[in-house]
Nanobody
C-alpha cells in the first residue's frame, strides 16, 4: 500500500511563509507527477502545484508567483514553499503522487491568521 506522509502545516501570520513536505513510501512502480491540491469546507479541491520527474511545473492561479514546488526524486519527496501567505490560503493541503494510480496524502491544515 503506497503511503504519503505530509508535514509542515500549521498556523502562520499573513505575509509569512511555510514549507510543506510529502514523502512517498511503498511504491512498487515509478512515481511520475507529484504535487499539491488544497480544499476548504464545501468546496472542491483546488490545484496548487504539480511537478513532473523532469522538472516541469504547473501552478494554480491563486498561488502563482508566491509558491514554489520542488522534489527530490531519490527520496520520493515533494515540497511546497509558500510565501507571502494570505488568509485565503487557509485550507487543508493534500499531496498526491501518480504511480499507476493517483495516491493522496491525509492532508495537512494550513491556517493563515493574525
Amino acid at each position: 500500500q503506497v503511503q504519503l506522509v505530509e508535514s509542515g502545516g500549521g498556523l502562520v501570520e499573513p505575509g509569512g511563509s511555510l514549507r510543506l513536505s510529502c514523502a512517498v513510501s511503498r511504491s512498487r512502480f515509478s512515481i511520475t507527477t507529484m504535487g499539491w491540491y488544497r480544499q476548504t469546507p464545501g468546496n472542491e479541491r483546488e490545484l496548487v502545484a504539480t511537478m513532473t520527474p523532469g522538472g516541469s511545473t504547473n501552478y494554480g492561479d491563486s498561488v502563482k508567483g508566491r509558491s514554489t514546488i520542488s522534489r527530490d526524486n531519490a527520496k520520493n519527496t515533494v515540497y511546497l514553499q509558500m510565501n507571502t501567505l494570505k488568509p485565503e490560503d487557509t485550507a487543508v493541503y493534500y499531496c498526491f503522487a501518480d504511480s499507476g494510480f493517483r495516491y493522496w496524502g491525509q492532508g495537512t491544515q494550513v491556517t493563515v491568521s493574525s
